[in-house]
Every structure is written in C-alpha cells, then in structure tokens.
C-alpha cells in the first residue's frame, strides 16, 4: 500500500509541475504560484467554516491539510524554477 502512495505522490508532483511549468512560463512565477496557494486557502477556509471549527481544530486541520497537500507545493515550485532556469537559457 504504501507504494501506491509513492506512485500516486510522483505523478502529482510531475502533474503540477507541468501546468505550473506551463504558467510559469505563460503567465509568469507569480500567477503559477497563486493560483494553487488560493485555492488551497480557499478549500482550508471552506472546510473550517463548514465544520464549525475552533481555532485550535481549524489550525489541526490546516496542517493536515497542507501535509497532503505537500506533492502538490513541491510540483509547483519544481515546475517555476524549471521555467525559470530554462527561460535564462533560452
């Protein structure tokens, strides 16, 4: 089982890290990291204000949150630097 999550964490990471490759180099470094960050604030703000969390559930579940969500982070910064380094080469 924990090979299927290996598996499921690199093809996330090279997903996004393609559509941010793809912004970065449209749209430029700040919209490729926007776009992901808000909607990760948004889906933690939703889901807090739904459950009708307290303060201490709300940052437990933020964390948790952003814990899973770490393949998605590392393929987007992965995705800007390579649009970066590839745009000062070219």
């Known amino acids: 089982m924990p090979g299927a999550f290996w598996v499921v964490a690199v ?3 090279i ?3 393609v559509i941010s ?3 970065a180099r449209r749209y430029g470094w700040g ?3 926007a776009l ?3 909607a990760l604030v948004a889906m933690i703000a939703m889901h807090w204000q739904s459950r009708g969390l307290t303060m201490s559930e709300g940052f437990r579940l933020a964390g948790s949150t952003l814990i899973f969500a770490t393949p998605i982070l590392v393929g987007v910064l992965a995705g800007i630097v390579l649009a970066r380094l590839l745009r000062g080469r070219g």
């Open 21 to 23: 490759y793809a912004m």
């Open 15 to 17: 997903f996004t890290g």
């Open 31 to 33: 919209a490729a990291l």
């Open 36 to 38: 992901p960050l808000l």
């Open 11 to 13: 093809a996330t990471v």
